[in-house]
C-alpha cells in the first residue's frame, strides 16, 4: 500500500532510473539514499563501485520490505525522518547524497542538507519542476541559502507518467554542489535574516534595513529584495552581523 501522507510515488521507468545513477556519477565512496521506498532506485545504486550505501527511510513497513530484498554487505538501513536526520552520527567525512525525494517535504530536507555542508559536497535530487525553478532563480530565502553555499544545476524534466502513482506535478533532478565558501559560520542566523529580508516581498529595502547597513553595502533603500544578487545578500549579511 502506497501512502499519501509520506508522498510515495515511486519511480518506475528503468530509463529514467539508469539515467538519474548514471548522472550521479558515483565512485568508491559513501552514499545516503533518501527516501529508498521499494529500492527501485537503490538496487542501481548498488551496481555502482559505492563503498557504502546509508538508506533513509521514514516508512517501517517500507523498511522491513528493504531489510528483506536487499542483501548486500555495504547497505546500512535507518528507520528515520529525513528532515531532522543528524548526519554527523554516521561517522563518515564525505557524502554525496541521492533522492526521488518525497515533495511535500523536499524544502525541509534540501534545508537539512545546508546545515550538514561540511559533510556533503554533492546532491542529487528529484523535485517538483516549479520548486527547482524556484530554488535556482533566488526567489525566496531558501533558495537564496542554497546558492550561497551550492552550485545548482537542472540536470532534468521528468513527467509524471514515470512515477506510479504519477504526481499531479513535473518533476526535475538537480546537481547540488558544494561551493569553496566557509565565510558564514552560523547558518541558524544567516537562515533569520534571509526569511526576514524575504518577508513582505514587495517593500522596498530602507522598511527593513538600517539605513546605514544599506549605505555600507552600496544597495539604493529604494530596491526590492528581489533586485538582489547574491553578492549582495552575504555582503548585507557580513556588514549586518559585524
Ligand atoms: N525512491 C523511491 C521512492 C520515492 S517516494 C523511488 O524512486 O521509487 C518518496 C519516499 O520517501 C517514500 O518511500 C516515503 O516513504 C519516503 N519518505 C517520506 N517522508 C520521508 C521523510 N521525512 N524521511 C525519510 N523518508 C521519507
Redesign the pocket.
Given at each position: 500500500m502506497l501512502?499519501k501522507k509520506?508522498?510515495?510515488?515511486?519511480?518506475?521507468s528503468s530509463g529514467v532510473?539508469d539515467r538519474l545513477v548514471e548522472l550521479a556519477e558515483i565512485k568508491e565512496e559513501v552514499v545516503v539514499?533518501?527516501?529508498?521506498?521499494?529500492?527501485?532506485?537503490?538496487k542501481r545504486l548498488l551496481n555502482t563501485p559505492l563503498k557504502r550505501l546509508y538508506l533513509?527511510?521514514?516508512?517501517p513497513e517500507?523498511v522491513e520490505k528493504l531489510k528483506v530484498s536487499l542483501n548486500d554487505p555495504r547497505v546500512v538501513i535507518f528507520q528515520?525522518?529525513?528532515?531532522t536526520?543528524d548526519f554527523n552520527t554516521l561517522n563518515e567525512k564525505e557524502l554525496k547524497l541521492i533522492?526521488?525525494?518525497?515533495y511535500?517535504?523536499a524544502s525541509?530536507?534540501i534545508e537539512n542538507t545546508i546545515y550538514h555542508k561540511h559533510l556533503i559536497y554533492q546532491a542529487f535530487y528529484?523535485v517538483q519542476k516549479e520548486v527547482a525553478e524556484r530554488l535556482i532563480q533566488q526567489k525566496s530565502w531558501l533558495s537564496v541559502f542554497v546558492n550561497t553555499f551550492y552550485q545548482l544545476e537542472y540536470l532534468m524534466s521528468i513527467p509524471p507518467r514515470f512515477?506510479v502513482p504519477p504526481p499531479k506535478v513535473n518533476s526535475a533532478y538537480l546537481k547540488f554542489t558544494r561551493k569553496n565558501f566557509d565565510e558564514i559560520k552560523d547558518l541558524k542566523r544567516y537562515k533569520s535574516f534571509l526569511v526576514q529580508i524575504f518577508s513582505q516581498k514587495r517593500k522596498m529595502l530602507k522598511h527593513k534595513v538600517p539605513p546605514e547597513i544599506l549605505e555600507k553595502a552600496s544597495i539604493l533603500p529604494q530596491k526590492r529584495v528581489e533586485e538582489l544578487n547574491l553578492l549582495d545578500f552575504i555582503t548585507l549579511y557580513q556588514i549586518w552581523v559585524q
Open positions: 501512502k509520506w508522498g510515495q510515488h515511486l519511480l518506475v532510473l539514499e533518501i527516501g529508498p521506498g521499494t529500492g527501485n532506485l537503490t533513509l527511510e521514514i516508512d517500507m528515520t525522518d529525513a528532515t536526520f533522492g526521488n525525494l518525497p511535500n517535504v525541509l530536507i528529484m512515477f
